[in-house]
Nanobody, 124 residues
């Protein structure tokens, strides 16, 4: 089992940057693929970025390609999301999630473990 805790959210102006971190507990972290999702008020939860268990493969939503970068450190049991050139439409609660498939898949139902979320607000 994996427990996930996100941090790093906050308020930033458009064009600014934030770095989200997700700290995991559990001995099998390195066997899980990790994903970042977000959910804005009144909208469904959507895939943002994912990374395979080894870190060798990453995947991004079209809306964040070229602006966001996902990375992981299996020794530290962390996964990060570097967010640059932020836009007001990036405002949402961001969630870290883990799946046992090992690949960065986009469907939330494929992820067995979720963090509590961290708020990101981008002002115009």
């Amino acid at each position: 089992q994996v427990q996930l805790v996100e941090s790093g959210g906050g308020l930033v102006q458009a064009g600014g940057s934030l770095r989200l971190s997700c700290a995991a507990s559990g001995r099998t972290f390195s066997s899980y693929a990790m994903g970042w999702f977000r959910q804005a008020p009144g909208k469904e939860r959507e895939f943002v970025a994912g990374i395979s268990w080894s870190g060798g493969n990453t995947r991004y939503a079209d809306s964040v390609k070229g602006r966001f970068t996902i990375s992981r450190d299996n020794a530290q049991k962390t996964v990060n999301l570097q967010m640059n050139s932020l836009k007001p439409e990036d405002t949402a609660v961001y969630y870290c999630a883990a799946n046992r498939i090992g690949r960065a898949v986009v469907e939330p139902r494929e992820y067995a473990y979720w963090g509590q979320g961290t708020q990101v607000t981008v002002s115009s």
